[in-house]
């Protein structure tokens, strides 16, 4: 496989990361309170039929995404992957320092409507605020999509975000554009041909290798300061298939079956709170350093 650059528009077809996310959007609406239909999940038939809609209306932007994701998530190239960057060996930065590293990230979004990726963290963070939840469910929702940091070193839009799904094993067929993993290696590699593949029963998602990409590289940055609640919310959160299409239980444990509620609630945080509203960054810097310095040390190793 020749090595990708993330400069290299055959690499990134997205104009900014957040087209996979209104994508996301498209998939799964926000149920109340808005016009869009949400799926109606008791009649198969039906989603069957959206489930063709939504890849057929997905911009070629999208599409070609998708494409590539799916052609080069591979075991080996996740291996290789966690291999590389979760020895941690790039930077030394604090949270806040990431959020600002984060925030030199240029893509094409449009400066006059759309908000810095600093901006966005701090609007899913007040928006978890606002509802009154524990302090580290704020916290994680300020550093859910730190990971993207991935982009700056380098890495193709397709190794940092799109819906993750378990590689070693046979690919759900809740999978959006499924048919493109006919082109992944890893459909003639025999011994990832059935469900488990190369994993056991019920053998819980922490010894499962899910696609590569921003949740992961967060998940270890912080593993050892945030409740096991946050980290399965960081770790699992563009796990689409297993949160919202209950696909691969069968790789699950207890714990994650009991996990993954709170992977269900945070989704929402995701999904539907990146608006136009642009918070007050100055005002809110202050409450969120303290939230900060409470549970993470002064600088961490990413
Ligand atoms: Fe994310």
């Not at 046979?170 to 499924?178: C, E, K, W």
């Not at 136009?276 to 939230?291: A, I, N, Q, T």
Request: proline residues 6%; charged residues 30%.
């Amino acid at each position: 496989m020749s090595k990708p650059q993330a400069t290299d528009p055959v690499n990134a077809p997205l104009a900014n990361l957040e087209e996979w996310e209104d994508f996301l959007k498209t998939r799964y609406p926000e149920p109340a309170g808005t016009s869009a239909k949400p799926f109606d999940a008791t009649d198969p038939d039906k989603k069957t039929e959206q489930f063709r809609n939504y890849e057929a209306n997905a911009r070629p932007s999208v599409r070609e995404f998708y494409r590539l994701n799916h052609l080069h998530q591979t075991h080996d190239f996740v291996l290789a992957k966690k291999k590389d960057f979760l020895s941690l060996n790039r930077r030394t930065m604090g949270i806040w320092e990431a959020m600002e590293y984060l925030n030199t990230m240029v893509d094409d979004s449009d400066p006059d409507t759309d908000l810095s990726q600093l901006e966005h963290l701090l609007q899913t963070a007040e928006q978890i605020r606002k509802d009154g939840h524990p302090r580290w469910f704020i916290l994680t929702g300020l550093i859910h999509d730190l990971g993207k940091i991935l982009c700056l070193w380098g890495e193709p839009q397709w190794a940092v975000v799109g819906d993750t799904f378990p590689v070693g094993c046979a690919y759900s067929d809740t999978i959006v554009f499924h048919k493109f993993f006919e082109a992944n290696p890893d459909s003639r590699e025999e011994r990832f041909q059935n469900r488990l593949g190369i994993y056991e029963e019920g053998c819980g998602l922490d010894k499962v290798h899910l696609s590569w990409g921003h949740d992961e590289y967060i998940h270890h940055v912080v593993r050892d300061y945030l409740p096991a609640e946050a980290l399965y919310m960081l770790r699992y959160h563009s796990f689409y298939p297993g949160h919202r299409e209950d696909a691969y239980a069968y790789l699950m444990n207890e714990q994650d079956r009991k996990m993954f509620d709170v992977v269900r609630a945070f989704n929402p945080y995701d999904l539907y709170t990146k608006n136009h509203e642009k918070p007050d960054v100055m005002r809110l810097r202050p409450f969120y350093e303290d939230l900060i310095t409470e549970y993470f040390p002064k600088e961490l190793k990413w």
